[in-house]
């Protein structure tokens, strides 16, 4: 099995794909879960940021998906050191 992810850096039209994942594998099922995998997985550790411009205005977005990771990680960090949250 191979995979390979590709991210967009840069403007992104709205529409327009920002990340691509492709994978091999001489069944279909498991690249299909693989690139199921690597999506959730990219979106889960790494903290990628996004500027949303409109009419009016900007804001900076976080995947949110990366923020409950490190909250995550934060929590059992202070488990482990016997201390609370």
């Known amino acids: 099995m191979a995979i390979t992810i590709a991210h967009r850096v840069g403007t ?3 529409g327009q794909a920002s990340v691509a994942v492709a994978a091999s ?7 299909l879960a693989a690139v199921a995998w690597a999506i959730d997985e990219l979106k889960a550790t790494v ?6 411009v409109f009419v009016g205005g900007e804001v900076w977005q976080e995947n949110k998906e990366a923020r409950a990771r490190v909250e995550s ?11 609370g949250v």
Not at 73 to 83: D, F, H, L
């Open 12 to 14: 992104v039209a709205v």
């Open 25 to 31: 594998s001489p069944h279909r099922a498991d690249a």
């Open 47 to 52: 903290p990628i940021w996004k500027r949303e």
């Open 73 to 83: 990680s934060r929590v059992e960090a202070a488990r482990a050191r016997g201390g």
